[in-house]
């Protein structure tokens, strides 16, 4: 049905699509000429509108830092009363270094539906620039039944839409474009639901990267109140560094130098205890691993079959087994991982590597009971010390990545640093798949 409108009430349609933007579109060289007041004025009111929005962010920095100034002050307060119980800063530990990996998990998860929102809007905008033509000649047609000219540049997919749905109203669309016009129409709306979508992912983008920048401040509290607990002595622990400074550099391979160092760090009697003690039945073992409290490995390694977490948030890029770069089969598995992700410590065990070691870069080594040794390599910084025990799923250290300037510079995309992980039986690598625990956390989170 075609609608007979008065030219009366044109202008006022075409004044609503005056605002109109989404894409350069040419229209007739008539609408080039603008009054020289109403320029003026629309220059005045975009300056209004950037000083307004420049003091509403400096306002929110200004919230932000007031905030983050207060939270670091309980922040310490909390970590002075933790220094004096052991059990309860271990507890904080894993539960923060869990709370970090699990914001990690949904910010990946985020940054992947803005990844796809993203594609389809690209999508969206490659057909509507290919319509281009289409929406020119609907400009044209309103100005031909109007008395002033509709807006010479679309930018904003909501104001484009407006037009198509006026020209159709206006019957101003012929009878045969009219599919394609609807069909324009309807792509546009899309493009309006997606980025509705898109600005609300990244706002809780935003928002669980701030919780993300949180929860990282108290894990770098609680790791230097954990080793400013467990120091014996300046003296012992750097007599300790310097001698396994020296195994590293005389070592030729790994099995040297995890035979070497298991020799002079003072473990074997404890983790032949450890190995000695009766089996567990496996609600006593996921028991076991959530006692805080626990000194020793809380069962025996090789008991712990499906019950252990990986170290860090991501996805196996290699598994054991497979052939490496070059063509030899892997000795451990290789995770991906997004920038600075938190990595724990995937079973009880003592230190007794923690530091550089040839193309390993960052090495630590846990020494698990039994003849059992837990090789982790890739991060940028190990947050724990040589004769340190270490409990399933405490932080032990951090991967490599870039610092954005603040909270408000999000983008999406990441970098991908990897984790290698090995287990090894006796100085031989073994397949770790079987530890794992079905769930990222395992029954020690």
């Not at 399933?392 to 991908?416: D, F, H, K, N, Y």
């Amino acid at each position: 049905m075609r609608f007979r409108v008065s030219t009366r009430r044109v202008p006022a349609v075409a004044a609503f699509l005056a605002t109109a933007a989404l894409t350069c579109v040419p229209i007739p060289a008539a609408n080039a000429e603008q009054p020289a007041a109403e320029q003026v004025a629309s220059e005045k009111q975009a300056a209004d509108i950037k000083r307004v929005e420049k003091e509403k962010a400096l306002e929110a920095l200004r919230r932000d830092i007031e905030s983050q100034h207060a939270a670091e002050a309980a922040l310490a307060a909390e970590i002075e009363t933790l220094r004096k119980d052991r059990v309860a800063l271990n507890e904080q530990l894993i539960e923060t270094a869990a709370r970090v990996q699990d914001i990690e998990a949904s910010i990946d998860a985020v940054e992947d539906r803005i990844d796809e929102l993203e594609q389809r809007e690209d999508e969206l905008r490659a057909s509507f620039r290919a319509r281009s033509g289409l929406l020119s000649e609907l400009l044209g047609a309103l100005q031909r039944m109007g008395r002033r000219p509709p807006p010479a540049v679309l930018v904003e997919p909501s104001d484009a839409l407006k037009t198509v749905r006026t020209a159709i109203l206006l019957g101003a669309v012929l009878p045969g474009v009219r599919i394609e016009t609807e069909a324009l129409a309807w792509d546009l709306e899309e493009m309006g639901r997606l980025k509705r979508q898109i600005d609300a992912e990244k706002a809780r983008l935003l928002a669980r990267s701030r919780d993300l920048a949180g929860e990282r401040r108290r894990i770098a509290a609680l790791v230097e109140a954990k080793r400013e607990s467990v120091a014996k002595g300046e003296e012992e622990l750097g007599s300790i560094r310097e001698k396994a400074k020296e195994l590293a550099a005389e070592a030729r391979n790994l099995e040297e130098l995890i035979a070497s160092i298991d020799r002079e760090i003072a473990v074997a009697r404890r983790e032949r205890e450890a190995a000695a003690r009766p089996r567990a039945t496996p609600e006593q073992a996921r028991g076991a691993l959530r006692d805080p409290a626990r000194l020793e490995p809380a069962i025996a390694f090789s008991q712990a079959v499906g019950l252990l977490p990986k170290p860090v948030t991501g996805a196996v890029t290699r598994d054991f087994g497979t052939p490496d770069e070059i063509g030899s089969p892997a000795r451990g598995i290789s995770i991906a991982t997004r920038a600075r992700a938190q990595v724990t410590a995937p079973s009880d065990g003592w230190v007794v590597y923690a530091g550089p070691f040839r193309s390993y870069g960052q090495l630590l080594i846990l020494n698990a009971g039994d003849g059992y040794h837990v090789l982790l390599a890739g991060m940028e910084t190990i947050a724990v010390d040589l004769g340190q025990f270490v409990l399933t799923g405490e932080p032990v250290g951090q991967m490599a990545g870039l610092l954005m300037a603040s909270a408000e510079s999000i983008t999406v995309g990441r970098s991908q640093p990897v984790l290698y992980v090995e287990f090894r039986k006796d100085g031989h690598p073994i397949d770790p798949a079987p530890w794992w625990a079905k769930g990222r956390t395992g029954a020690g989170g």
